[in-house]
């Protein structure tokens, strides 16, 4: 499996560059995974109980969740649309123990393929990052999140768990330099 890491763009427009640094990020969890056993996936860094298997399915989830189902307003996708979140509020995390590494990294490249597609789809129509996601977060509160605000915080989010995913990869089999 090849995986192709992008560098962050030095200059671009503001989309570009947000882009590029979502774009690195998603290729650096995916980098910090390859290689791995099904079972070093599962493994934990204690006292935490995150998993790289756990981080790839739950970035999936996110990616899904803000750019299909907020930012399009698509329905969730398999397989949040059953999920039993009032069970479980982590399911994402917790439900991808003794899943492949394969299934695992599939999960997240649909997702970013449908994210992608639904983040083009929004840009062609409208190009102005200030532009509102189709599902408000509260409405009662009149809180609706930009486009802007998706793109930094998918950088954010990715950008946290790539810290979290240096350290599990490397208390499992003391890779650093992915």
Not at 142 to 152: D, F, I, M, N, P
Request: aromatic fraction near 8%; hydrophobic fraction near 40%; glycine fraction near 6%.
């Amino acid at each position: 499996m090849t995986i192709e890491r992008p560098e962050p763009s030095f200059s671009d427009s503001e989309v570009g560059m947000l882009r590029s640094y979502l774009d690195h990020f998603r290729a650096t969890v995916r980098l910090q995974a390859r290689g791995l056993t099904d079972a070093q996936l599962d493994q934990t860094l204690p006292p935490s109980d995150l998993t790289l298997g756990g981080m790839l399915k739950h970035l999936a989830f996110v990616e899904d969740y803000w750019f299909s189902y907020n930012l399009a307003a698509h329905e969730p996708a398999p397989p949040w649309d059953t999920a039993p979140w009032d069970d479980d509020p982590d399911w994402d995390w917790h439900s991808a123990a003794g899943a492949s590494h394969a299934e695992l990294d599939g999960l997240l490249v649909d997702a970013i393929t449908r994210s992608d597609a639904c983040l083009d789809s929004v840009l062609a129509a409208d190009p102005d990052l200030a532009q509102r996601v189709a599902r408000p977060r509260d409405p009662a509160k009149g809180e609706t999140a930009t486009l802007r605000w998706v793109l930094v915080h998918m950088v954010e989010e990715y950008a946290r768990h790539v810290g979290h995913a240096d350290l599990i990869r490397q208390s499992i089999d003391g890779a650093m330099d992915i």
